[in-house]
């Protein structure tokens, strides 16, 4: 199952039969429907890559660091797991499981984010932070990442707009003679 959605298909059980060597009936003497093991096949995937979610050494060092290692892991992460986030988010609206686990990983970025940015992140109010966090969180996720591959735009010109993305959105806000705090991106 894993290595045919890998390969980029949305598995029949004739195909998944197949690539394992066995008959359609002892695949469903395992799985009551196709959706219960092409399920089963995404979570094993997702368990087998989960340790590319992690951000190297996140919250240190210089804020140029940061970004760099933000993105490279986001980049090999989504490389990695692109034909199974697909399927994930094709079949998101049908299976609840399947949409928990999505928005699991999605909190994890964003949480990540909060944390690999904190010092910059904590000059801001807490909407604010939480606006910025979501934002950082959208620019740098699958559907950015996927949305620029597929059109066949390079990793290394994603990297390079999500670098250039990122700084803005974590500058410090500017207190006016006013007292207003104004940003970069306005209030």
């Excluded at 949305?10 to 399920?39: C, I, K, N």
């Excluded at 660091?65 to 692109?82: K, N, Q, S, T």
Aim: hydrophobic content about 45%; charged content about 25%; aromatic content about 6%.
């Amino acid at each position: 199952m894993i290595d045919l959605l890998l390969d980029g298909h949305t598995p029949s059980v004739e195909a998944v039969a197949g690539r394992a060597g066995v008959s359609v009936a002892s695949v469903f003497r395992y799985f009551a429907t196709l959706d219960d093991l092409r399920h089963e096949g995404i979570h094993r995937f997702l368990e087998r890559i989960d340790h590319l979610l992690a951000v190297p050494a996140i919250g240190s060092g210089s804020l140029d660091d940061r970004i760099d290692r933000l993105v490279r892991a986001r980049l090999r992460y989504y490389d990695e797991a692109a034909p199974v986030a697909r399927q994930v988010r094709r079949q998101a609206a049908e299976v609840p499981d399947l949409a928990a686990s999505l928005q699991r990983v999605r909190s994890t970025l964003a949480d990540q984010i909060a944390q690999h940015f904190g010092e910059e992140l904590d000059a801001f109010r807490p909407g604010e932070r939480g606006r910025r966090v979501a934002v950082l969180a959208t620019i740098t996720s699958f559907e950015s990442w996927d949305q620029f591959t597929t059109a066949g735009v390079s990793a290394r010109s994603v990297a390079l707009a999500w670098r250039e993305a990122i700084p803005p959105l974590l500058a410090p806000p500017i207190r006016s003679e006013l007292g207003r705090i104004t940003t970069p991106l306005g209030r």
